[in-house]
Antibody, heavy 120, light 107 residues
C-alpha cells in the first residue's frame, strides 16, 4: 500500500524558514517523480514544486521560485521542501504527492497534508 | 505559463442528472490533462488521466474527452457520493497547473 506521510508543518513568523518532509513507502520511490501541492484554507489546489526521479529535472511555481527548494533522498525514500522567506500567503495545507511517472504527468497518490501557518 | 480556465465554478444538479464540466487551456496541451475529485477534508483523488483514460477502480459514470485546448469532464448519472469539488490539471515541461475547481452539489 502506498503511503505518503508529511511532517514539519506548524506556525511560523513571516520571513522565517520551515522544512517539510515526506516519508514514502509501499512503492519503488526512485522510479517516480514527486511533487508538493498546497491548498490555502477554503481555496483550490496549487502546484508548488516537482522533482523527477533522479533529481535531474526540478520545477517551481512562480509564486515560490527563489524562496523554496525541493529535494529528495532516494536512499531514505524521502522528499523535502525547504521554505525560506515565508509570507502570509504561503499559509496552506501542503500535500506530498506521487507522480504516476518518472517525470511530470498525473498525481496518483497523495498524503494527508501538513499545515503551514505563517503569522506573527 | 499555461493557464487553465475551468467552468462553472459551482453547479447544483439532481441525482441521476448528467453533469458536465469544462476546462480550457491557454495553449495547446495535446491530451496532457487530468481530472481529480476532492471531497471535504480529504486529499484529491485521480479520476481521469491523459484526457480520457479512467483510473483503475473509478466508476464508469465518470468520463473525459477533448484535446488541444478544450476538455470536458462528465458524470453520466450524478450520485449522492459524487458531491465534491472537481479539478482539471495540465502538465507540461516542468510544471503542473490546476484549474480553479468546480463544486458539485445536489439540488
Amino acid at each position: 500500500e502506498v503511503q505518503l506521510v508529511e511532517s514539519g508543518g506548524g506556525l511560523v513568523q513571516p520571513g522565517r524558514s520551515l522544512r517539510l518532509s515526506c516519508a514514502a513507502s509501499g512503492f519503488t520511490f526512485d522510479d517516480y517523480a514527486m511533487h508538493w501541492v498546497r491548498q490555502a484554507p477554503g481555496k483550490g489546489l496549487e502546484w508548488v514544486s516537482g522533482i523527477s526521479w533522479n533529481s535531474g529535472s526540478i520545477g517551481y511555481a512562480d509564486s515560490v521560485k527563489g524562496r523554496f527548494t525541493i529535494s529528495r533522498d532516494n536512499a531514505k525514500n524521502s522528499l523535502y521542501l525547504q521554505m525560506n522567506s515565508l509570507r502570509a500567503e504561503d499559509t496552506a495545507l501542503y500535500y506530498c504527492a506521487k507522480d504516476s511517472s518518472s517525470g511530470w504527468a498525473a498525481v496518483d497518490y497523495w498524503g494527508q497534508g501538513t499545515l503551514v501557518t505563517v503569522s506573527s | 505559463d499555461i493557464q487553465m480556465t475551468q467552468s462553472p465554478s459551482s453547479l447544483s444538479a439532481s441525482v441521476g442528472d448528467r453533469v458536465t464540466i469544462t476546462c480550457q487551456a491557454s495553449q495547446d496541451i495535446s491530451n496532457y490533462l487530468n481530472w481529480y475529485q476532492q471531497k471535504p477534508g480529504k486529499a484529491p483523488k485521480l479520476l481521469i488521466y491523459d484526457a480520457s483514460n479512467l483510473e483503475t477502480g473509478v466508476p464508469s459514470r465518470f468520463s473525459g474527452s477533448g484535446s488541444g485546448t478544450d476538455f470536458t469532464f462528465t458524470i453520466s448519472s450524478l450520485q449522492p457520493e459524487d458531491i465534491a469539488t472537481y479539478y482539471c490539471q495540465q502538465y507540461d515541461n516542468l510544471a503542473l497547473t490546476f484549474g480553479g475547481g468546480t463544486k458539485v452539489e445536489i439540488k
